[in-house]
Nanobody, 126 residues
Framework: QVQLVESGGGLVQFGGSLRLSCAAS????????MGWFRQAPGKEREFVAA????????YYTDSVKGRFTISRDNAKNTVYLQMNSLKPEDTAVYFC???????????????????WGQGTQVTVSS
């Protein structure tokens, strides 16, 4: 069982920045594929970014490319999502997810991940 705890959400103005953190339990964190997803009210959960084991390749949905950066610190068992130039349409609950190795699924699909955090609210005011 892997436990995930997100933090760093909050209220920010248009154009502002936030950094989300997701701390994971487990001794094999470095082998996890990690994803960030978000869900706005009345909408489905959508892929935001992923960092894939073993090469730490990163992937982003088109709407956040150039604004968001996913990274990981294996020594701290933590994955980050740096969000810059935030827009009101980025408002959502953000979730991190773990895909255990070997991750053979599609990193964009929520059901292909094994564990989820409880989510952290991000609100961007216009």
């Amino acid at each position: 069982q892997v436990q995930l705890v997100e933090s760093g959400g909050g209220l920010v103005q248009f154009g502002g920045s936030l950094r989300l953190s997701c701390a994971a339990s487990g001794r094999t964190f470095s082998t996890y594929t990690m994803g960030w997803f978000r869900q706005a009210p009345g909408k489905e959960r959508e892929f935001v970014a992923a960092i894939r084991w073993p090469l730490s390749n990163t992937y982003y949905t088109d709407s956040v490319k150039g604004r968001f950066t996913i990274s990981r610190d294996n020594a701290k068992n933590t994955v980050y999502l740096q969000m810059n130039s935030l827009k009101p349409e980025d408002t959502a609950v953000y979730f991190c997810a773990v895909g255990r190795a070997p991750f053979l699924g599609d990193y964009r699909i929520p059901s292909h991940y094994d564990y989820w955090g409880q989510g952290t609210q991000v609100t961007v005011s216009s």
